[in-house]
C-alpha cells in the first residue's frame, strides 16, 4: 500500500499533494493508496479530501497538530506509518517535507529519495528519477532498505488533474480516524502565526532623485552628511560598490554593473569618482550633479553640473540652503 | 555546522577544464570508445559559465594537433579567423621602431593561424557534446579527493554560501566526481594541480616553475591598419633589458586587432607593473598609431606557463594524469601552446582509455601517458629550448643568443640551467631602488586618457567578470604581513601585478594600512597566487560561473 501525506493549508488541500497522488498512480494504476490528513478540525477537509475518491482518507486530528511543527509532523506521520505499515510514502517536495522528512526517514533507518521528477517500475522494483548538477542531469536511483521508502516529488513535474477517481460511480472513500496517543509527545517548537517579510527591498529603480555616495565620503559615520542632503532633496541614499562592499550600507542601495540600474530625474553623486562599472548603472539619470575633489574623475565626463571641492564643505552648505528654501 | 550530505557520481574518466587540452582529451576518449565499440562515462567539469568564456590566447594556432584529432576541421566549420600571411618582428625603444631582417626561425608562422581561442573552444565544446560527453559547464574543482594515496576524483565547489561561508537558502553542496581516471586540464597554476604538486612529489628534481602574465585586448580599428593575417612581435621597450616578455599585434578580419605584452613572472623591480607597461606599449608610436580611432572591444589577463621541459612535473600518478598548461606543456620559444595542450590532452585520453580498459589505472599503467610524450612531438619540440626561458633570466642579449645556440645544437651538449622560482626574484624597494624611491621613473604611472589608455577598473568592465557579490571570498590570503612586511620591503607588489585591481590599500582614518580584496574583479589569470613575494595568496575557484567573459578573444 502506498501512502500519500496531504498538504493543506487555509483549509486548501494543496495542488501539490494531488500531484503526488498522480505520480503514485502513474506506476501503479490499480494499486492501493491511502492518502494521511494531519491537523486539528479537518473534518471538512476529510471529506472534500475523500470525495476524489483515490482511496481511503485516513485522518489524525489532535491539538499539537494545529499549525505545522516538525516535531508534531514526525511524531504523527511516524505513528501513522507504523499503524498502516505503508510500503511507499510519498508527499509534494514543499518545504514542509524538506523540514520533517528528512528527520523521520532517519528515524526510521527509511531511505528518501527527494526532488523526484519521474517513476517508474522495472522488474517491480521502483526507479526514482531526480536532477542533479542543478537540473544539468537526471539521475535515475532506487531506493535501498527496508519499507516504508519515503519518496518527495518536485512540484510541477506531475499533473494535478491526472488523479484518477477509484470508485466509479463517483463515490467518496471512506474517512477513518486513526488514534495517535499524544500522551507523552512534547513539542520543541512552537509556531507563531504566519507573516509576510515585512521589509521590502529598497527599488532605487522608481526613485525620482538619488544622492549616491562613493569612496570620497571616507568613513561610515560620514554618510550622515549625505543622508542629510538626501532628506533634504526628498531622495533615495545609494552608494557605489565599496561603500556596500565595506557594508556602510546595505547592499540592495549599490548601484553599477553589480547593483541596480537606475534612471532618476536627478542623481548627485557625492565622491564617486565614476569608474566605468558605476557609470553604466546610472548614465540613464536625466540631470547628473557630480561632487568631487578631484577634477580629472571621470564622472565629470558624463556630470551635467560639476563641483570640484571636498564634499564635506560643499555638502552642509547645500543642505542649509535647500532647507533655507523650503521654509 | 553540521555535515552536509553530498551526491556523488561515478564515472570512467574524469576531466577537469574545458580548455583546449581537456576538451581534446574528451573527444579523443570518445573516438576511442566508438572505435572499440565499448561505453565509457565521460564528464568534464568546467568553472566558466559557458565553455571557452575563460579561455584567453593571442592566438597562433598550429594546427598539427587540431588536424589529427579532427582531420577534416576545416570542412566541419572550425572557426580559423585567417591563415598567417606575413610576420614581423621589431624591437622597440621609447620612441623608435627596429625592425629586424629576419624573422627568427621559431617565430616564422607560416602554415599557422590566427584564431580566436574562445571561439575555438565554444566549437570544441560542441563536438564534444555532439560525442556523448557530459560537459557541466559552471562547475569548479574544488578539491582533489584522494584515498589511500590515490586519487579518486573530485569534489566541486558548494553553492549559495554567503559572505562568510554559510549556507543561504538556494545552497547546494559540492558534488563529489569520481573517476576511474581524472586528468587535470585546469589550467596554468590549476588550483588542484597545485594541490596534486604539494600533496606528492612531482616536482622532485625539476626546476621550478616559471610563468608569464600576458594582458591582451582586442581592438576593432579603422580599415588598413594592419593587414589580415600579418603577425607582429616586438622585444625591448617597455620592457628593459632584465624583464622578459614581449608584445604582440595580430592582424584578424573585420578590422579586428589583438594585441597584448607578456611579461615574464620573475621580474626583480618590486615596482614593476604589468598593466602599466601594457599602457605604455600602446602609447609607442607602433602601437598607438594603429589604434587611433579605433576602439576597444574587449580586455583580459592570463598568466602563462614559460619554464619548459624542465619545469615539467611528473605528470602520471595513480588514478591521474596532468596535461596541457596545467603541468606547463607550452613552447615558450614559438610562443605557442594550444597545440601542445591539445597534444598532451589527447595522449593522456589513449592512456587513460587503455588504463580503464586493462582495469589498472594504477601510476605503473598510466606511465605509458609519460612514455608517449618523451617519444613524440612533445619532448622533439620542446627538449631542445628547454633552457631558453632560464637564460633570459641572464637579461634579453644573452638569453637571445642562447635561444639563437639551442636552435643551432638542436639544444645537444648544453649544461641544464637552473632557474629560480620568479617570485624570489623580487626584490626590496631598497634593494632595487636605493633609499629614496620616488625618483625613480617606475614610481610615476603613465597617463591614462580613456581613449588608448586606460585605467585597471575600467579594463575589468571589458572583460566582462562578474561574480555573485553574496560569496565567500576567493582568494585566501593571509594579510599578517601585508602591511607588517611586505609594504615596507616590497610597497604592496599585489596592487601592481594583478591586472584586475582586486587588490587596493586602503588608508584608514587613523593612518594604518588595510588589504582590501575586490574579490569580484578577479579575471582568473592566477598572477597573485604566482608572484607574491611571501606565497601568502591561494587562489581557489569563486563559485562556479563566475569570471571573466571572452567573447571573441
Redesign the interface.
Known amino acids: 500500500m502506498t501512502l500519500v501525506v496531504v498538504e493543506h493549508s487555509a483549509g486548501v488541500i494543496s495542488r501539490a499533494s494531488w500531484e503526488a497522488v498522480a505520480a503514485v498512480q502513474s506506476v501503479a494504476p490499480d494499486g492501493e493508496i491511502s492518502l494521511l490528513l494531519l491537523g486539528s478540525g479537518i473534518g471538512e477537509l476529510a471529506a472534500v479530501a475523500a470525495a476524489r475518491g483515490v482511496g481511503p482518507v485516513h485522518v489524525v486530528e489532535d491539538a499539537a497538530l494545529g499549525a505545522y511543527t516538525p516535531d508534531a509532523y514526525i511524531f504523527a506521520v511516524g505513528a501513522a506509518v507504523a499503524a498502516l505499515r505503508p510500503r511507499l510514502v510519498a508527499m509534494a517536495h514543499s518545504y514542509q517535507a524538506r523540514d520533517y522528512a528528512p528527520a523521520l526517514a532517519a528515524r526510521l533507518g527509511a531511505p528518501l529519495v527527494s526532488d523526484v521528477v519521474g517513476l517508474r517500475l522495472e522488474n517491480g522494483e521502483l526507479r526514482f528519477r531526480r536532477p542533479m548538477f542543478q537540473g544539468k542531469l537526471a539521475a535515475e536511483v532506487r531506493a535501498v532498505g527496508d519499507a516504508p521508502t519515503f519518496v518527495a516529488l518536485q512540484i510541477g513535474a506531475f499533473r494535478a488533474d491526472g488523479v484518477k477517481s477509484r470508485t466509479d460511480g463517483g463515490a467518496s472513500s471512506p474517512v477513518e480516524r486513526l488514534t495517535v496517543d499524544f500522551t507523552g509527545f512534547t513539542n520543541r517548537q512552537t509556531a507563531e502565526p504566519p507573516f509576510r517579510e515585512a521589509r521590502q527591498a529598497v527599488d532605487l529603480s522608481q526613485a525620482e532623485r538619488i544622492v549616491a555616495v562613493g569612496r570620497g565620503i571616507k568613513a561610515q559615520e560620514h554618510i550622515a552628511v549625505a543622508e542629510r542632503l538626501a532628506v533634504a532633496l526628498g531622495a533615495e541614499l545609494a552608494a557605489s560598490r565599496p561603500i556596500c562592499d565595506n557594508g556602510w550600507l546595505p547592499m540592495d542601495r549599490q548601484v553599477g554593473s553589480s547593483g541596480q540600474t537606475v534612471a532618476p530625474k536627478l542623481y548627485v553623486a557625492v565622491g564617486i569618482s565614476g569608474a566605468i562599472q558605476h557609470l553604466v548603472g546610472m548614465k540613464g539619470a536625466r540631470t547628473i550633479v557630480a561632487i568631487n575633489k578631484d577634477p580629472d574623475a571621470p564622472i565629470f565626463e558624463v556630470a551635467d553640473y560639476g563641483v570640484v571641492g571636498d564634499l564635506f564643505e560643499v555638502l552642509p552648505a547645500f543642505t542649509s540652503e535647500l532647507s533655507k528654501r523650503s521654509r | 555546522m553540521t555535515p552536509v550530505t553530498r551526491?556523488t557520481?561515478d564515472v570512467d574518466v574524469l576531466i577537469v577544464g574545458g580548455g583546449p587540452a581537456g576538451l581534446a582529451c574528451a573527444l579523443r576518449l570518445s573516438q576511442h570508445a566508438t572505435q572499440a565499440g565499448v561505453s565509457l562515462a565521460v564528464a568534464v567539469l568546467e568553472k566558466a559559465r559557458e565553455a571557452g568564456a575563460h579561455s584567453l590566447s593571442g592566438a597562433v594556432l598550429d594546427p598539427s594537433t587540431l588536424r589529427d584529432l579532427i582531420p577534416d576541421f576545416e570542412a566541419q566549420g572550425a572557426p580559423i579567423a585567417t591563415p598567417v600571411t606575413s610576420d614581423r618582428v621589431y624591437f622597440l625603444t621609447e620612441r623608435r621602431t627596429i625592425r629586424l631582417p629576419i624573422v627568427p626561425p621559431p617565430l616564422v608562422n607560416h602554415g599557422n593561424s590566427l584564431v580566436s581561442l574562445n571561439q575555438l573552444v565554444k566549437w570544441l565544446a560542441e563536438r564534444v557534446e555532439k560525442a556523448g560527453v557530459?560537459l557541466?559547464t559552471?562547475?569548479a574543482g574544488q578539491d582533489v579527493l584522494i584515498e589511500d594515496g590515490r586519487v579518486v576524483g573530485v569534489r566541486t565547489g558548494d553553492?549559495g554560501l554567503d559572505r562568510a561561508g554559510a549556507p543561504k537558502s538556494g545552497f547546494?553542496p559540492g558534488?563529489d566526481v569520481r573517476a576511474k581516471v581524472t586528468v587535470f586540464c585546469d589550467g596554468v597554476r590549476g588550483n588542484l594541480t597545485k594541490q596534486l604538486l604539494a600533496r606528492f612529489p612531482l616536482a622532485d628534481g625539476r626546476e621550478p616553475e616559471q610563468f608569464a602574465v600576458g594582458l591582451k585586448e582586442l581592438w576593432e580599428v579603422p580599415a588598413g591598419r594592419l593587414p589580415v593575417g600579418r603577425v607582429v612581435h616586438t622585444l625591448g621597450y617597455p620592457l628593459r633589458h632584465e624583464e622578459f616578455g614581449g608584445g604582440f599585434l595580430y592582424g584578424f578580419p573585420d578590422n579586428h586587432v589583438s594585441l597584448g605584452l607578456v611579461a615574464g613572472l620573475d621580474y626583480q623591480d618590486p615596482l614593476f607593473d604589468p598593466h602599466d607597461a601594457f599602457n605604455r606599449f600602446k602609447r609607442h608610436p607602433l602601437v598607438a598609431r594603429l589604434l587611433d580611432g579605433g576602439r576597444l572591444v574587449r580586455y583580459g589577463a592570463k598568466a602563462l606557463p614559460e619554464g619548459g621541459w624542465n619545469t615539467i612535473p611528473r605528470v602520471h600518478l595513480d588514478g591521474a594524469l596532468i596535461a596541457g598548461d596545467a603541468a606547463g606543456f607550452l613552447n615558450s620559444m614559438r610562443l605557442k601552446g594550444i597545440h601542445l595542450a591539445m597534444r598532451t590532452g589527447m595522449l593522456a585520453a589513449d592512456a587513460a582509455f587503455d588504463a580503464v580498459q586493462a582495469g589498472d589505472t594504477s601510476a605503473g599503467r598510466l606511465a605509458s601517458y609519460q612514455r608517449a610524450i618523451d617519444a613524440g612531438t612533445v619532448r622533439r619540440e620542446l627538449y631542445p629550448v628547454r633552457n631558453v626561458h632560464q637564460a633570459f633570466g641572464f637579461g634579453l642579449i644573452p638569453g637571445a643568443a642562447f635561444a639563437g645556440l639551442a636552435l643551432l645544437t638542436g639544444g645537444r651538449w648544453m649544461q641544464d640551467l637552473a632557474g629560480h622560482a620568479g617570485h624570489a626574484r623580487m626584490r626590496t624597494l631598497q634593494w632595487y631602488h636605493g633609499l629614496d624611491v620616488s625618483k625613480h621613473r617606475r614610481a610615476g604611472r603613465v597617463e591614462v586618457d580613456?581613449q588608448l589608455t586606460f585605467d585597471r577598473?575600467?579594463n575589468?568592465?571589458y572583460s566582462g567578470t562578474?561574480h555573485r557579490?553574496?560569496q565567500p571570498g576567493h582568494l585566501l590570503v593571509d594579510t599578517t604581513v601585508c602591511t607588517t612586511r611586505c609594504g615596507p620591503e616590497f610597497g604592496h607588489p599585489c596592487i601592481r601585478f594583478c591586472p584586475a585591481q582586486v587588490y587596493e590599500i586602503h588608508t584608514e582614518?587613523d593612518g594604518t594600512k588595510r588589504l582590501?580584496i575586490?574579490a569580484?574583479n578577479c579575471v582568473h589569470c592566477k598572477t597573485c597566487d604566482i608572484m607574491d613575494p611571501y606565497q601568502v595568496i591561494t587562489w581557489v575557484p569563486p563559485e562556479g560561473g563566475g569570471g571573466p567573459q571572452y567573447n571573441g578573444m
Do not use: I, K, S
Open positions: 551526491e557520481l557530459d557541466f559552471g562547475f553553492r547546494e558534488v580613456r577598473l575600467t575589468v568592465h562578474a557579490e553574496d582614518a582590501q575586490n569580484a
